[in-house]
């Protein structure tokens, strides 16, 4: 059938199907567009003789996302992100099976391809192009030991095919629907035509940075900042991030309230990591000890690479960001007013006004109340 149609006619049927099924944006970058971006920006990681991508974004429910920001319901959204998720993985394995209909090889990309989340490939750099991008964009040694460089960046492939843009929080924004949206992509040795790179015009990000003023710990850099340049575009800076084991605390709910002690996300854990990135992996291992403890949250999803079941917890950096900046603002007071979260005996997760919360755990047995926060206990 290749035979037949040529690369374009091909790219804009893909495109139109994905758009169809629901994806606020779709597009493509190839091999040329990604130049200068990290190594995770070289397809052939993924596909042996790799020539383009295909990206999309696909909306997460916005009900269920102020319901989640608002404190009011932590259930509704959780199964909304495994859904999506779900969804836009299943797009992406049809596309790659319309990609091999029409001649090419082709393979989807899934969103946790890091060594952290059990892939077995090499991320380390494999050959020259790598090398040359390593040296542009460092990866930190905490990201390479705790084994968070992902394999493809589903990031920086929809930043290059105009998918969307950079906000501050370092996080993909469209411009229907902001950074609350689940990214998806596949690998073809198809040299589909690239789409054009959104003009900085359309970013409506203002640098407002209610996206670090959401995040319960200091996982965004306040003074530094990264820009990436693919291909001949130099895309919008946004805040270097920290020792990613700060967002992971707080993502999987080993830890939740904020550094200033006023919010929480959804995870009911007091205990903050320490500012000294070096300590901060044994002061995970001991929330990780802590975790194993509680009650179970009910819902998630489970891992068949570890044998867990896990719950999301956070992505307020996310899900604050919105292309209208009253709706912005509304989420942030959702979220950062919100109350600050507890765990029942039974496992579920709630939020409450802080005095509340703080005489709910002052009423807790000692045994299970150091689960969830230090407490100095009077040897006598």
């Known amino acids: 059938m290749s035979d037949d149609l040529d690369l374009q006619t091909i790219r804009d049927r893909l495109l139109e199907s994905l758009t169809v099924s629901g994806c606020n944006a779709v597009g493509v970058c190839t091999q ?10 070289d397809l052939t990681r993924q596909l042996e003789g790799a020539q383009s991508a295909i990206v999309v974004s696909y909306p997460l429910d916005e009900h269920k996302v102020e319901l989640y920001m608002g404190k009011i319901d932590h259930e509704p959204y ?9 969804i836009v993985q299943g797009l992406m394995g049809e596309a790659t099976n319309q990609l091999r209909k029409f001649g090419y090889e082709a393979e989807a990309v899934y969103a946790g391809n890091t060594p952290g989340d059990g892939t077995k490939a090499d991320v380390m750099p494999t050959n020259d192009r790598q090398r040359k991008a390593a040296e542009l964009n460092p990866a930190k040694a905490s990201d390479v030991m705790i084994g968070s460089i992902p394999l493809i960046s589903q990031r920086m492939l929809a930043a290059a095919s105009g998918v969307g843009f950079f906000g501050m ?3 993909i924004l469209t411009e229907t629907h902001g950074a609350a949206i689940v990214l998806g992509a596949c690998v073809t040795t198809a040299e589909l035509p690239a789409t054009p790179v959104l003009s900085q015009d359309v970013n409506y990000c203002d640098e407002c940075n209610w996206c670090g003023q959401v995040c ?6 306040e003074t530094d900042f990264t820009t990436v340049k693919m291909g001949e575009h130099d895309h919008h800076k946004y805040t270097t991030r920290e020792h990613h084991l700060r967002c992971a605390s707080h993502m999987t709910g080993m830890a939740g309230l904020s550094k200033n002690g006023k919010f929480s996300s959804w995870g009911p854990g007091r205990k903050h990591l320490p500012e000294d990135d070096d300590q901060v992996l044994p002061a995970l291992m001991q929330l990780v000890g802590d975790t194993a403890k509680r009650p ?17 917890m956070c992505s307020a950096c996310n899900l604050v960001c919105h292309p209208e900046k009253k709706v ?3 989420r942030l007071k959702m979220w950062t007013q919100g109350g600050v979260t507890i765990q029942r005996e039974d496992g579920r997760v ?22 969830y926060e230090d407490v100095e206990i009077d040897p006598a």
């Open 169 to 171: 929080s370092g996080n």
């Open 216 to 221: 319960p710990t200091s996982f965004m850099s």
């Open 32 to 41: 040329d567009g990604l130049e200068g971006g990290p190594p995770s920006t």
């Open 78 to 86: 959780q199964l909304e992100y495994i859904k999506v998720n779900n």
């Open 296 to 312: 179970v949250v009910p819902g998630g999803f489970y891992d068949p690479q570890n044998g867990n079941k896990m719950n999301i």
């Open 328 to 330: 912005r603002a509304k």
């Open 350 to 371: 709630e939020a409450m006004p802080l005095d509340e919360a703080r005489a709910y755990l002052d009423a807790m047995p000692i045994e299970r109340r150091v689960l």
